[in-house]
T-cell receptor, first 117, second 114 residues
Framework: GAVVSQHPSRVICKSGTSVKIECRSL??????MFWYRQFPKQSLMLMAT?????????EQGVEKDKFLINHASLTLSTLTVTSAHPEDSSFYIC?????????????FGPGTRLTVL | AQSVTQLGSHVSVSEGALVLLRCNYS??????LFWYVQYPNQGLQLLLK??????LVKGINGFEAEFKKSETSFHLTKPSAHMSDAAEYFC????????????FGKGTMLLVSP
């Protein structure tokens, strides 16, 4: 149980284009989803927290107009990197948390490697 | 505010040797503590967690960790390392109840030699 998937696993795009990453909880309802960014050999940096049906809460320094987050259902959240630039190249990881018996644990997706040329 | 310190960005052990990865936390309220493992180009997998109750918690793959409030520590151990244990390990803390965000340590890369 508690499986989270991400799609795509890897994406390469040209500078200036937008990229959408999907995060799905496969066997539970995720009332809260989180988006992280991880640079090589570094820890995870929380970008934003999203609750189903409401606007995402962004961490300080994260541009909400550049990183659009939508959490339209209890099993799906999307992160759209708009007008991507090479400095946006990174490993993006989502996690999901339920409101049931396991509210204390975040379950992580496998990550999406974004390369902007 | 919460913080996590993982001592040692790299730990090297021989196969069959004891694994000890150190984690100290700072929290103004009772914490929930977690250890996650990350293999190359993959997401994080939960190894174990401490919420309440027994301070010695057992996780997957033979790992365990002990919550020591007096030392504000949550060190991860495994009696005998396997080659497959080579990975990045992250310690994380959140407030009790788990409704706040996770704060991660910087990670420790475990290297296992034959």
């Amino acid at each position: 149980g508690a499986v989270v998937s991400q799609h795509p696993s890897r994406v390469i795009c040209k500078s200036g284009t937008s990229v959408k990453i999907e995060c799905r909880s496969l066997d539970f309802q995720a009332t809260t989803m989180f988006w992280y960014r991880q640079f090589p050999k570094q820890s995870l940096m929380l970008m934003a927290t999203s609750n189903e049906g409401s606007k995402a809460t962004y961490e300080q320094g994260v541009e909400k107009d550049k990183f659009l987050i939508n959490h339209a259902s209890l099993t799906l959240s999307t992160l759209t990197v708009t007008s991507a630039h090479p400095e946006d190249s990174s490993f993006y990881i989502c996690s999901a948390r339920t409101s049931g018996a396991f509210t204390d644990t975040q379950y992580f997706g496998p990550g999406t490697r974004l390369t902007v040329l | 505010a919460q913080s996590v310190t993982q001592l040692g960005s790299h730990v090297s052990v021989s196969e069959g040797a004891l694994v000890l990865l150190r984690c100290n936390y700072s929290s103004s309220v009772p914490p929930y503590l977690f250890w996650y493992v990350q293999y190359p180009n993959q997401g994080l997998q939960l190894l174990l967690k401490y919420t309440t109750g027994a301070t010695l918690v057992k996780g997957i793959n033979g790992f365990e960790a002990e919550f020591k409030k007096s030392e504000t520590s949550f060190h991860l151990t495994k009696p005998s390392a396997h080659m497959s244990d080579a990975a990045e390990y992250f310690c994380a803390v959140t407030r009790i109840g788990g409704y706040s965000t996770l704060t991660f340590g910087k990670g420790t890369m475990l290297l296992v030699s034959p």
